[in-house]
């Protein structure tokens, strides 16, 4: 199963709903695609909620690190709701733990943007 994605605004937050697998090819792709479209758009609060994404592998890893890049580098906030306990245990032991702001709770995410 690849990844899907749907957008939706929430008081000036872009949620980017992803379902399926990070991986190489289709999925990483799909990704940078919807960050690189929101921010040509001029959206640039992204929140993507993880809760329905079972698996990310080492392409998928390097696809959220050059999205929060990305729109960082444009004035912008990349943020991580819902990692389920293997993509959690999969930042921490990367480390990326640390370099995301994630939430469990969509509204206090949503209300964490400038």
């Known amino acids: 199963m690849t990844i899907k994605a749907n957008t939706r605004q929430v008081d000036g937050v872009t949620v980017v709903d992803l379902s399926g697998r990070i991986t190489l090819g289709e999925g990483s792709t799909i990704l940078r ?4 479209e929101l921010l040509g758009r001029g959206q640039k609060k992204i929140l993507l909620n993880l809760g329905d994404v079972n698996y990310i ?5 390097g696809e959220l690190v ?3 890049t990305t729109v960082t580098n ?3 906030q990349l943020k991580l709701l819902n990692l389920t306990k293997k993509v ?3 930042l921490q032991i990367t480390k990326l ?3 995301f702001d994630i939430f ?3 509204t206090a995410a949503v209300r964490s943007f400038t």
């Open 88 to 90: 959690r245990d999969l």
């Open 57 to 61: 592998d080492s392409s998928g890893i």
């Open 74 to 76: 444009q004035g912008g």
């Open 66 to 68: 050059s999205g929060y």
């Open 104 to 106: 469990d709770e969509e």
């Open 33 to 36: 695609d919807t960050v690189r």
């Open 97 to 99: 733990i640390t370099v």
